[in-house]
């Protein structure tokens, strides 16, 4: 009775050891498909901070002032004003 | 040919387009355009597209590709001038009592103890291309304001020479847009405020022209006087040397963002700005003094 009860103990850490081998190999096989594929494991900061902005501004700072055409001049004139530029 | 000009009030501000007079039915196009515009981009309007953005801050919010356009083109503005032109100041100005259109604004409000400010939170501005959603960042909020007025007025002279109008001026209360300019006329003959022409106009051969002041739209806050145009940096209306800025550009997106960051500066760092980018300005300072930047002839 002793006997079997010693065996079925055994039987129970071995399979506790088993289960926690499979845990390990499948974490570090996670780790690793997350390192060759990019992608970003569960409880990584990166997976839960704020998006990033997804504009791809395509034309570039320096260029909102910049046109094909060249900016326009203003000359004196003696016509009477056709319409007025006030503030906004 | 005779000119016709059509007025009508849209974006809390008078407009006004300059036509050939068989044009009427064109004219009326562009009262409808800016119309749609408004009703999209007008912080003062609760069913606006910009105030469910600004309602729903923190959170991502699908736009029409029209408005989502506008939106991007202001933060573009924002970066190519280091935050000089800031679109995320909406918050601020109803903090300073400008909470509804100009018009129905009464002539004091009450001077309630500012929120810290923090600048540059235009940065925190999501924008999302493939969903057309906009998200601004908790406790800001948009105002596209004078850059809206300016573009429309781009949108309305674009949408004329497509329908075959020859040339035409549309204002939209002091942003300049034009197409084309009235045979042997030389161009548009422009009044400026407070900026004294031989004539009393100068002429606008093509491109856009755009003002720039902070002696209008003023009302008084606990007994301190305010006005629209905020210092980025410090959240408070500008004061410093110059008090009106007029710039001339290919467009008038880009006339409106480069006054009001001339505006900001000093008279030498306008100078030296409005130069670097090959425009030309009419810069009147505090003391009245008015100065003639780049192309004048």
């Keep these: 009775m002793q006997r079997r009860r010693d065996h079925g103990a055994k039987q129970s850490r071995l399979h506790r050891l088993k289960g926690l081998a499979v845990a390990l190999t499948a974490g570090l096989g996670m780790l690793i498909w997350g390192a ?53 | 040919m005779s000119l016709a000009t059509y007025r009508f009030r849209s974006m809390g501000t008078d407009v006004s387009v300059v036509l050939p007079s068989t044009h009427r039915r064109e004219a009326i196009r562009v009262q409808r355009l800016f119309v749609e515009w408004d009703q999209r981009l007008s912080r003062f309007r609760r069913d606006s597209e910009l105030s469910r953005v600004n309602a729903a801050a923190g959170r991502d919010v699908p736009v029409s590709p029209a408005t989502f356009d506008v939106i991007e083109q202001a933060l573009h503005a924002a970066r190519a001038t280091d935050g000089r032109f800031d679109p995320l100041l909406g918050a601020r100005l109803v903090e300073l009592g400008y909470d509804r259109t100009f018009a ?46 300016g573009m429309a007025a781009d949108a309305a002279v674009a949408d004329l020479r497509e329908a075959g109008v020859p040339y035409a001026l549309v204002n939209a209360g002091g942003d300049l847009a034009t197409h084309g300019a009235p045979p042997e006329s030389g161009g548009w003959a422009v009044g400026i405020d407070n900026v004294d022409l031989a004539g009393g106009a100068a002429l606008l051969a093509r491109g856009a022209l755009a003002t720039s002041s902070t002696l209008g739209r003023r009302w008084s806050r606990g007994g301190v006087a305010q006005h629209h145009l905020l210092d980025p940096l410090s959240g408070l209306p500008m004061e410093g040397e110059l008090v009106q800025v007029t710039v001339t550009a290919p467009s008038c997106r880009q006339a409106e963002v480069a006054a009001k960051v001339a505006l900001l500066s000093t008279v030498a760092v306008a100078t030296t700005f409005v130069l670097g980018h090959g425009l030309t300005a009419a810069l009147v300072t505090r003391s009245g003094d008015q100065l003639r930047i780049g192309q004048w002839h």
């Design chain 1, 36 to 88: 060759v594929s990019g992608t970003v494991a569960v409880g990584d900061p990166a997976a839960t901070s704020t998006p990033q902005p997804v504009t791809e501004d395509t034309t570039g700072d320096s260029t909102f002032f910049g046109a094909q055409d060249p900016a326009p001049g203003l000359s004196q004139t003696g016509q009477a004003p056709m319409t007025r530029s006030h503030g906004s």
């Design chain 2, 104 to 149: 129905a604004l009464p002539a004091d409000r009450p001077g309630q103890p500012l929120a810290a400010w923090r600048p540059s939170r235009w940065r925190e501005v999501r924008l999302d291309r493939a969903r057309s959603a906009v998200r601004v960042p908790p406790g800001g909020a948009l105002d596209l304001g004078g850059i809206a007025k």
